[in-house]
């Protein structure tokens, strides 16, 4: 609100000799603006929609009656992934032989066509992805897998554990890779 100050008294008078009244003071009371901004911000707040967290969706597979039929798969529609260290990638498709001629080498950037061609060759019932970071991979590694899975629409994927055997292999592979880099 504003205010004026009219206490100066007397009357107006025009004339030769006649001093000038005084001028008016006017001040202006700010507390209602500040009310104002008060009820702005809490109808802001309270008509904002927090940030949602971002989560992956992930469907889990319902328990089989007999343990042992839970995690069959057709080994023709199996590929499994080896996370390496420094963006390593290798996969095999079925089973791994016991010379590990099946056992190849990729990239993140070639991996995606190698799913492709995959999924393309299966059909989508039998075809199953099994992710299995190694030690060395980084946390990045396994989300970029996860997002592949997303972007290929592959639905049927599990993160399972590395085996023994698979890890050895796995650090072979990369020391061979890493020497082979550094000539």
Do not use: W
């Amino acid at each position: 609100m504003a205010e004026m100050d009219t206490s100066s008294g007397g009357g107006h008078k025009k004339g030769p000799g006649v001093k000038k009244g005084k001028k008016l003071s006017t001040r202006v009371d700010l507390t209602p603006m500040v009310d104002l901004g008060f009820l702005l911000i809490t109808f802001f707040i309270f008509t904002t929609t927090m940030s949602q967290a971002t989560a992956m969706r992930l469907f889990l597979p319902k328990d089989a009656d007999k343990p042992e039929d839970q995690n069959k798969a057709k080994e023709s529609g199996v590929i499994t992934i080896l996370l390496g260290k420094d963006n390593h990638v290798f996969y095999y498709e079925g089973i791994l032989d016991n010379n590990a001629s099946n056992f190849k080498s990729s990239n993140f950037h070639d991996i995606r066509q190698v799913l492709i061609n995959k999924k393309a060759r299966t059909p989508e019932k039998d075809m199953v992805v099994v992710i299995k970071p190694s030690n060395d991979c980084t946390y990045k590694n396994v989300v970029d897998m996860l997002d592949e899975m997303a972007i290929n629409i592959l639905k049927r994927y599990a993160l399972v554990d590395i085996s023994e055997p698979e890890a050895k292999l796995v650090q072979i592979s990369d020391q061979s890779a890493a020497a082979s880099g550094q000539n």
